[in-house]
């Protein structure tokens, strides 16, 4: 058996002194703290939603709508190059020439070293010249395997 000090009885019985019995007064005492909660909880819902309106217009007042023509200067952004960790490497390959554009954000690329593709416009920025930083692959020989 566990024996408590006298110290926690005391506030034990307390607490009990000061309890109120009355169902009645506690019931109604219960309903109005869950008015409260419900009051604040959709207070919240609400809130949230303001927060989410106003940061939705920030970003998308952030985002410039570029706009590319047949015949312009593009870099495209080259996302699946996660295999190797550099940091400081460029991402964007290029230049290419878009030779077409098609509806719903595709356009038609042409390199002169390679073949046309088509990519989406939301990987493509214009390139107003200058020499580009050459995309460099390095060869997977060159590194020691992990153990």
Do not use: M
Not at 11 to 22: I, R, V
Not at 95 to 113: M, V
Not at 127 to 147: A, M, Q, R, S
């Amino acid at each position: 058996a566990c024996h408590l000090p006298l110290e926690l009885e005391h506030k034990a019985y307390w607490a009990l002194k000061h309890a109120n019995f009355d169902l009645k007064t506690v019931g109604d005492h219960r309903k109005l703290q869950l008015n409260e909660l419900n009051k604040l909880r959709d207070q919240a819902y609400e809130n949230s939603l303001i927060y989410k309106e106003r940061t939705k217009k920030l970003h998308n007042d952030k985002i410039k709508n570029r706009i590319f023509n047949v015949g312009d200067q593009v870099l495209l952004f080259n996302f699946r190059l996660k295999i190797f960790s550099g940091k400081l490497k460029s991402r964007w390959s290029g230049p290419f020439t878009i030779s077409e554009i098609y509806p719903y954000g595709t356009a038609k690329l042409i390199h002169p070293d390679c073949c046309n593709f088509k990519v989406n416009r939301h990987r493509l920025k214009h390139y107003h010249g200058g020499d580009p930083p050459p995309l460099e692959i390095p060869d997977v020989t060159t590194f020691p395997k992990k153990n």
